[in-house]
């Protein structure tokens, strides 16, 4: 096969499974790849990005049992989740892989056909610990716990014997292959400590993987076998292939294989770093070329998910901030090998010292003073004198060193960079005290050379930081009045002196909120998380639906709690008993007009004391910018009839 062109670049990240709703975590993976996509973008390579969902497996079709739902349903919907997220992130992939889609399991039952034929893959029976939350056999060296069981080394959940007749991949046929392509590539895991990690547990030894179920129907069926569908890691890890077209696009193929990155979490390292290129290596297709795999993101100091129920929603922050803050903080916090602990927070306290003072405020500063003093246009500027010439001298080392950082992953430290030039450009403003100049008519062309000098220094810094905050950088080039747009412009062009005297520059609007900490935390208890419904949807099944005894009950008597301005306290019938219940309406109903009216209450909800009264049920409402409207009856219905 032809070798990919040096000037293609193909990053991928994991598929997400379609059994949990997206959170910081995911987000995290994907702003990783956007970053070093829209870098090598600037450096004018063409690039592919690729992510996509995991469709298939025993988990997606348990979660949507639980729900339900048919697999294909559940994934319908979160699906939809994903879409909006990378949305709202401004994440800008080419192509979306679903692994239900036809085009990606046929090209997944071909490469397999392909292998059985060739003898790299067998059937056989298979007896082992089974874990079904993370669908796979244990290894064998996992000890028996007292009990006599054992449990998952990944997710620490109770793994079950299970038996069944399956195809086995022979993984044991490239130990030595796996052995002698890390020693000739030691970069293909990044960094260094994973690849560590990943050659001793090949030195261990490999055996042979079980790579279909006869237990799971919702898969890719075995070609000629139906009743035994493909293991959805082999069948995932495979996206990588069909994503960018094998079997349905071989052009697009052959531009982009093999990946440069694939980006991932350390969970899936064993994954990509030992079946994948074994996989690839027995249908001999060339490796990829590295295998990243990032720390975590822990909430409370352990990984977020969904099962732990320690979850972090990314719209808490972004329906505040907005998209440039969030991957801002997840990048500049913590090295992208390492673990870090996120906390609302640490979040606020970044955004607030770097973006809103450090970066926010030279923005405005700088702007505002070639507004007011020069009629926001520097029309002239006198020579460079030697404090002058730094600012421009140390930016052309930025930006030798932000490529080298940006070209080895090593975002955070491209940003400590970038924010190391802002704090001398601010320092630089301190020393200069442009506005001491401005009343000063024959200080004018000096005034024109500070002020050239900051906002030409603005300018490289949006564009060094366009990969990580689009959005916010493209905001900074337009105040400057530049005409281009940040993409047009590559980094081999990108100059200091580039910025032009007679610009037009714009007023500009501010760029980071400045959110106090109270007020923030206050909204992140009280906000109703993402804005797609379905998204967040728990669906609940007719039998729980079913414990909930709603009834028609009437107001007999109404009063407001004292020293309240909400709450009003309810003499309820409901037919069979007259209850209390306390209700936050009154600031919108009195209580003389709830006198005598029948409404919908709940009346098996545990007791809660409200105010030092006991509320035993709850009237339902609809809820409008914190308002209540409770919904009356059209027609007479007696007084504790049951609602379905
Ligand atoms: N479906 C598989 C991947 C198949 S790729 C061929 C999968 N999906 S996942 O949805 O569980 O996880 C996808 C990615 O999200 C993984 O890289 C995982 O490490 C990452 N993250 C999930 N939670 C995370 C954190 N709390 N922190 C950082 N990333 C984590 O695995």
Known sequence: MAKRSEKAFYITTPIYYVNDVPHIGHAYTTIIADVINRFKKLSGTETFFLTGTDEHGQKVEKSAAERGLKPIELADQVVGGFKDLWKALNISYDFFIRTTEPFHEKGVQKIFQRLKEKGDIYKGSYKGWYCVSDEYFLPEDVPLEEAGYKICPDCGKQARIVSEECYFFKLSAYQKPLLDFYAQNPKFVRPPSRMNEVVSFVNQGLKDLSITRTSVEWGIPVPGDPGHTIYVWFDALHNYLTGIGYDWNMELFKKFWPATVHLIGKDILRFHAIFWPAFLMAAGFPLPQTVFGHG????????????????????????????????????????IGLDGNFSHEGFLHRVNSDLANDLGNLVQRTLTMIQNFLNGKIEEADKEKEGDKKL?????????????????????????????????????????????????????KRLGRILYQAAAALRTIAYLLFPVMPESSDKIWSFLGERKTIEEESFAELKFENFKLGQKIKKPDPLFPRIALKAFLKEEETRPAPSRKEEKMEYITFDEFNKMDFRVGEVLKA??????????????????EKRTMVAGVADVYSPEELEGKKLIVIVNLKPAVIRGIESQGMLLAAEVDDKATIPFFDKDVPTGAKIK
């Open 392 to 444: 421009r001298l140390e930016f052309e080392a930025l930006k030798e060193k932000t490529i080298k950082f940006y070209e080895d992953y090593a975002l955070n430290r491209a940003l400590e960079e970038i924010w190391s030039y802002i704090n001398s450009v601010n320092k630089y403003l301190a020393v200069n005290e442009p506005w001491k100049l401005s009343k000063d008519e024959s200080k004018r």
């Open 559 to 576: 009063e407001k709690v004292e020293g309240t301005t909400k709450l009003i306290k309810l003499e309820v019938d409901i037919g069979t």
């Open 296 to 335: 975590w993101w822990l909430k409370d100091k352990t990984k977020m998910s969904k099962s732990k129920g320690n979850v972090l929603d990314p719209y808490i922050i972004l329906n505040t901030f907005g998209s440039d803050p969030l991957r801002y903080f997840l990048l500049r916090e913590i090295p």
